[in-house]
């Protein structure tokens, strides 16, 4: 997935799922500058980390 793509989601107000590793999660928040997006697993909000936007996967 690219930067603009993350944040076309993140402002979505559909839902699209995406994955972390095969896992499902949910964009909180994108970073151009870094290239990165504050996710948490789906379920899991307390559990967030920043991950590269390019290891996300829509499904």
Do not use: F
């Not at 980390?49 to 390019?54: L, S």
Request: charged content about 30%; glycine content about 6%.
């Amino acid at each position: 997935m690219d930067v603009k793509r993350a944040q076309e989601i993140l402002r979505s107000s559909e839902k699209i799922e995406v994955q972390y590793k095969g896992q499902p999660v949910w964009i909180d928040g994108v970073d151009e500058r870094t290239a990165t997006a504050r996710v948490h697993i789906e379920g899991n909000p307390a559990n967030s980390m920043a991950v590269e936007v390019g290891q996300l996967e829509e499904k």
